[in-house]
């Protein structure tokens, strides 16, 4: 037979063997066939030797082409294996690779327990933007323009053309603005709950942070009294911490309720009960003020409202001492709940 029609007889028997090749023994079997020094490969470029000069060169060539052309096949074959070795594909009885389960964090879960107290009271869930207008969070409150919390030092204006109607933007200080925007969207009667992030320019130390968690309740009808307020977060916090919790409101002032009280909690999960008082709230009676700016008949109807800080209370549930610890991102910090 012609050395020409052996070499292309060779080359077609690799190129169908390596195409079968299936696993990592099947290719050094071909390995071993075709291209080691054994192999038909090499056995067939000896033969050079027996050409007669005058066909050397032209021969050669043609060895060397088939000696290529079989790498790249054997290369290409070992490519595929590889690939499919990625895809997981090869062996199904290795085990698996773990994928470690996440949770929420712990600001969600504790959010979501809050949250879910309060639906069970009827309260349905509402949610406003994190950027705010001026107008939502400060004016429609009753927080007039020479307000300290209104001032540059204190609070994070955002550096775009103000909304004709709403003045500028800014990062809400207060989950208070969803109270706006609820009883704008909708007559009384209202009772929502509002959990979201707040943002302030307040010196981070243990126990202030740039960016926070509030959860906001309101509640509108015609003949909400103060008692309502008193009752349903009474019993919000003895859910919220055990039966043995009392609370006290201890009068105070806020722009949009009237009278406004922050509330105290003394617990026997708290420390040492009746002696020590921990702030853990805002509330009061909605302002008159804040009903005419969302149009509401001030005549007909009155609410309560309250806001909680979620990271205050989820500090005292677990005993957290530092703020800061939340947005860390530490996975041994955040694996602990
Ligand atoms: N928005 C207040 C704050 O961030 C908290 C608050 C106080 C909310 C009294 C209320 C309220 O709804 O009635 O300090």
């Not at 126990?207 to 919000?236: I, M, N, W, Y």
């Not at 039966?243 to 026997?268: A, C, I, K, N, Q």
Request: glycine share 8%; with cysteine.
């Amino acid at each position: 037979m012609d050395i020409f029609e052996q070499i292309a007889g060779l080359e077609s028997e690799a190129a169908r063997a390596l195409d079968a090749v299936a696993d990592t023994k099947g290719l050094e079997e071909a390995r071993l066939r075709f291209l080691s020094r054994k192999g038909a490969v090499p056995a067939l470029m000896e033969r050079l030797k027996e050409v007669p000069n005058e066909r050397k060169r032209e021969v050669g060539q043609r060895l060397n082409e088939l000696k290529n052309r079989v790498q790249s096949l054997f290369d290409a074959a070992k490519e595929r294996l590889e690939a499919a070795a990625d895809e997981g594909g090869v062996d199904a009885t290795l085990p698996g690779r773990p994928v470690p389960d996440g949770h929420l964090h712990l600001i969600t879960q504790v959010t979501d327990r809050i949250v879910s107290i309060f639906r069970r009271l009827g309260f349905a869930i509402a949610e406003g933007p994190d950027v705010e207008t001026e107008w939502h969070n400060f004016d429609a409150l009753n927080t007039p323009p020479d307000h300290p919390a209104r001032n540059e030092q204190d609070t994070f204006y955002l550096d775009r053309p103000a909304d004709p109607k709403h003045g500028r933007f800014l990062l809400r200080t207060q989950t208070s603005p969803v109270q706006i925007r609820v009883m704008r969207s909708q007559p009384p009667p209202v009772r929502v709950i509002c959990p979201g992030r707040c943002y302030r320019r307040d010196e981070i130390d243990a126990t202030h942070s740039s960016s926070f968690h509030q959860v906001e309740g309101l509640c509108v009808d015609r003949g909400v009294s103060l008692a309502d307020l008193k009752g349903t977060l009474e019993f919000f916090f003895q859910e919220l911490l055990g039966p043995g919790t009392r609370m006290r409101f201890r009068p105070h002032f806020f722009p949009f309720t009237e009278p406004s009280f922050e509330v105290d909690l003394s617990s026997e999960s708290l420390g040492r009960p009746g002696k020590d008082w921990l702030e853990i709230a805002g509330c009061g009676m909605v302002d008159p003020a804040v009903f005419d700016a969302v149009g509401y008949d001030a005549e007909a109807f009155t609410g309560y409202a309250f806001g909680l800080g979620v990271e205050r209370i989820v500090m005292i549930l677990h005993g957290i001492p530092d703020i800061r610890l939340f947005e860390q991102n530490d996975l041994r910090f955040l694996r602990q709940f």
